[in-house]
């Protein structure tokens, strides 16, 4: 099984990520914040790149940058200067 990894995400945060993933104008991004509203819950990182389909490299990318600069860091397109998933 996966590394496990709680994300915490303010009710201001889950408003967003909740809707964004959706309606987001970029596919990319609306992935990225997917995988952020998977592990909110706590599901195990394995699991989430199954589910969005990255690798847990590109994972790894995201989380980082969401912990520098929170959402508006994740959402820069691409988080780590490369698209590779």
Known sequence: MG???RVELSEQEQDIVQRERYFHPHPFTQRKLEALWLLHPGQ??????RITNVSRKALDRWLTAYDEGG???LKEWPAGGSVGV
């Open 3 to 5: 590394v496990w990894r």
């Open 71 to 73: 959402l508006e860091k």
């Open 44 to 49: 195990p990182q394995a699991v989430v790149c």
